[in-house]
């Protein structure tokens, strides 16, 4: 596994080269956030000693320490109900064991320790009343956005992209054959120039993850966040391990050429997750989207199918005004007319339109909701073969997420439309509410 320039974090980090580093020391691969002495806490009983905090990757991000101990015992360690680790003055998180061993021939009964530390992680933050002026964070393996030195705007946030070298160096479809490789950091300020609070900064992280994940089709890290004030003195650091998922080349509406298209969609998202009404339903369906893209193309296509028609409904419901209970199918099919978005079968999902023509259903909404209805309950049997349809309704019902979020963030540039038969890189197209003629040449495959 390789992280890419992970030793070269940052033009603006230039005070963080011993905090990110790539080490393979302990025979791990990952990012070293820390290395000295340290203390665990089981119940009671405190050991210290030192140790080294690792991020690493393999299916997702995990904070690991690996630890050791003075006078400790492994048998107290193994069969504790509460461990802590504490670093120095910096923080303390609840960890959980994995691997202990004791030497019992030393005369300081030495263990070495390895924890698995909650996804939460450690904050070191010297004074948490003194607020930000920026936040920088690292994104990996947002292969779908190709632009150097971009700035995004929201009502609220100013944002720069910096696109890291070795972006530039190798080719998108080297780059996704890593399993993590770094892409972007993103320095973030208040527009106003106002400093803000570790509240704001958690609030900012929250949507800002779920817009690049949206965007990339997967669960994608963004952490390792280093706040500043305004003379560029570190007021936070931040060790956690967001979820997150190795390179796939994951299918979603951002098109790997539309850079500009998602610093425009940038305001939008934040827009709509903000909102009272529209703000939860978005972020879940979202997470369900995303569960429902990652079990897609494997053995999980039926499960997915269901994941994604509770993320529509989810919206549906929220968007329309209330009223007396109805199908899922009425629900999706009046949120897709209002928002202009078309209910009629793609051409593309020949299987799906065979079974339409024989009136087991008779558009995309029905489709949708009719062939989640015969998966999970026992008498709605459609009586059809289900090998082909239900990878074309999954993919519908996953396009019918992103028009929906599309359409309810006010987004009207282009995008790349995942109901087509073959998909090319460059094949992008003007979202359905907004009537403009097919942009873009095909290229090369992507898919």
Same mark, same amino acid.
């Given at each position: 596994m390789t992280i890419k320039n992970g030793a070269q974090h940052s033009s603006s980090l230039e005070d963080s080269n011993q905090y990110i580093r790539l080490t393979s020391d302990l025979g791990h691969q990952g990012l070293e956030l820390y290395s000295g002495g340290l203390s665990l806490l089981c119940d009671e009983t405190e050991y210290t000693g030192t140790g080294t905090i690792l991020l690493e990757f393999k299916r997702s991000a995990s904070l690991i320490a690996y630890c050791n101990l003075s006078y400790a015992s492994s048998a107290h360690i193994i069969n504790s109900s509460n461990l802590r680790l504490c670093v120095k003055e910096q923080g303390q998180v609840s960890a959980t064991h994995i691997h202990s061993s004791e030497d019992f021939n030393s005369a300081s009964h030495n263990v070495k320790a390895v924890l698995r530390l909650n996804s939460r992680g450690i904050r070191v933050c010297p004074n948490k009343r003194k607020k930000l002026f920026s936040l920088t964070m690292s994104i990996l393996n947002f292969h779908k956005f190709w632009h150097t030195e971009l700035c995004a705007e929201t009502d609220k946030w100013k944002m720069i992209f910096d696109q890291k070298d070795n972006h530039t160096q190798d080719s998108p479809r080297a780059l996704q054959r890593e399993e993590y490789s770094h892409t972007h950091d993103v320095t973030v300020w208040r527009r106003d120039g106002k400093l803000f609070s570790l509240a704001e900064a958690e609030e900012f992280l929250v949507t800002f993850r779920s817009l690049v994940s949206f965007a990339n089709?997967?669960?994608t890290f963004v952490g390792l966040c280093i706040g500043h004030n305004k003379h560029g003195e570190v007021l936070l650091r931040e060790w956690s391990s967001p979820a997150s998922m190795p390179s796939q080349g994951r299918c979603s509406w951002l098109d790997e050429t539309l850079g500009r298209s998602f610093i425009e969609f940038i305001p939008c998202y934040f827009r709509l997750a903000e909102s009272e009404t529209l703000g939860k339903a978005c972020m879940e369906a979202v997470y369900w989207y995303l569960q429902s893209n990652a079990g897609g193309p494997s053995h999980g296509i039926d499960? #997915?199918? !269901?994941l994604s028609h509770a993320a529509l409904h989810r919206l549906a419901l929220c968007y329309l005004p209330k009223h007396d209970k109805q199908s899922a199918a009425v629900d999706i099919r009046q949120t897709a007319k209002k928002l202009? !978005?078309? %209910?009629? !079968?793609?051409?593309?999902l020949r299987s799906c339109r065979t079974t339409m023509r024989n009136k087991k259903w008779k558009d995309?909404?029905? #489709? %949708? =909701?009719?062939?989640? =209805?015969?998966? %999970?309950h026992p008498k709605a049997s459609l009586a059809i073969s289900r090998r082909k349809v239900v990878p074309e309704i999954w993919r519908l019902a996953q396009w019918y997420i992103e028009l929906f979020i599309l359409a309810l963030s006010g987004y009207r540039g282009r995008y790349s439309r995942r109901t087509r038969r073959e998909m090319w890189i460059g094949d992008v197209e003007s979202v359905p509410w907004v009537r403009r003629k097919t942009i873009g040449q095909a290229g090369k495959p992507s898919k």
């Open positions: 089709g997967m669960p499960g #997915a199918l !269901i202009k !978005i078309p %209910i009629f !079968i793609p051409k593309d995309a909404p029905d #489709a %949708i =909701n009719r062939l989640r =209805n015969d998966l %999970i």
